[in-house]
Nanobody
Framework: QVQLVESGGGLVQAGGSLRLSCAASGRTFSGYAMGWFRQAPGKEREFVATITWSGGNTYYADSVKGRFTISIDNAKNTVYLQMNSLKPEDTAVYYC????????????????WGQGTQVTVSS
């Protein structure tokens, strides 16, 4: 059974940093892409970043480019999202996702999802 478990969310002031983690288990993820999405209250889920399991390719939403960094530790089966210079508009539930045939920014192409972790940025 595939499990994606997010952690690292919390409350932070604008300009601060957080690092989210996503621990993946239950199958071999070689060849998969791992993504981060977020959903704010009253809004649709939106793409944040994605990385190939090899770590060789990354892709970011324009809204986070230059502030967020996605990375992967294959030995730990864990994906990270380092978030710097956080803004109140980054407030959302952040979800980890995995898929083997994804279109980076399209949530429907990901096969597995975590339960999410809340990130709140105060002004």
């Amino acid at each position: 059974q595939v499990q994606l478990v997010e952690s690292g969310g919390g409350l932070v002031q604008a300009g601060g940093s957080l690092r989210l983690s996503c621990a993946a288990s239950g199958r071999t993820f070689s060849g998969y892409a791992m993504g981060w999405f977020r959903q704010a209250p009253g809004k649709e889920r939106e793409f944040v970043a994605t990385i190939t399991w090899s770590g060789g390719n990354t892709y970011y939403a324009d809204s986070v480019k230059g502030r967020f960094t996605i990375s992967i530790d294959n030995a730990k089966n864990t994906v990270y999202l380092q978030m710097n210079s956080l803004k109140p508009e980054d407030t959302a539930v952040y979800y980890c996702a995995a898929g083997d045939r994804v279109a980076a920014g399209i949530s429907g192409t990901y096969d597995y999802w975590g339960q999410g972790t809340q990130v709140t940025v105060s002004s």
